[in-house]
């Protein structure tokens, strides 16, 4: 099985972002000149302390722009950036990426906030962030977290979809695609997997889905931005469930 690598280094120039790894992090001038960055905050959560940080950066007529994966984007003049990444460390804040990947987790309020939902929605997606941020994918990998069958965050549009269940399980859909020209539902694969099983699963997906990607290289081309769904049309589903069975029917994750 490829074992998966992370990179977090890269190096702002000044003109534009380097890391060896080839991640393509969220720090990118827009057609204004004016240059983006994307801080990767899981389930959109902030502290007021980091919020008045961002404040800060952008200033009192400055704008921060919410994603559609609940992250604030942050507009700055290109001279401000290296002084704007010393003062998201200092709160704990981290840029996200864009590609090739771990994106941004989307999340839903869940259990404690909405009466309809059915688990832990904004924890696992901090434990799925701390797990796999910077983990160095074939493209970009989008995760969603849903409470209920509400489904807030469109779980089946993500490549990798979780919704709550009763007592503490989820159920799992990979192969979404929200964007595009031709976006997509995923497929459900597996109901009632229990919340301390999701890390180990999520992983083995990752790998699985490395390890056809790599070997997909020459049929997909060059160069080919090989999301999950592409690697599924070439591979099927019957690779991806055999590998999460294997880590469901490990006693050690049981």
Partial sequence: MTELRRDDNFQWTGEE???ASGIHWAIAEQANGIV???VNSPGGIL???????????????GVIKNTRRMAPMLLIPKEKVG???EQLQTV????ANLHKSVRNIAACPGKGFS??????TLGLAQLLDEAFYG?????????????????????QCNDLGLMAEPRGKYSLWIGGSEAGMSPKHGTLVQKGIRHEQIIPVVKRILETYTAEAEKLEGELGEGARAKLYH???????ERFEQAIEEVLNNPVVK
């Avoid at 704990?92 to 840029?95: A, E, K, P, S, T």
């Avoid at 849903?146 to 807030?152: M, V, Y």
């Avoid at 690697?231 to 589903?237: A, I, Q, R």
């Fill in 115 to 120: 009466s309809n939902s059915r688990g832990d």
């Fill in 135 to 155: 983990t160095i994918l074939p493209w970009d990998f989008k995760i969603g977290i849903s409470g209920c069958p509400r489904n807030c965050t469109g779980v």
């Fill in 17 to 19: 972002v380097e890391c």
């Fill in 83 to 85: 002084a704007a990444l």
């Fill in 36 to 38: 983006a960055i994307i």
């Fill in 92 to 95: 704990g804040l981290r840029v």
């Fill in 231 to 237: 690697v599924l049309e070439k591979t099927g589903f």
């Fill in 47 to 61: 502290t007021g302390k980091q919020m008045r940080v961002l404040a800060e950066i952008v200033g009192e007529d």
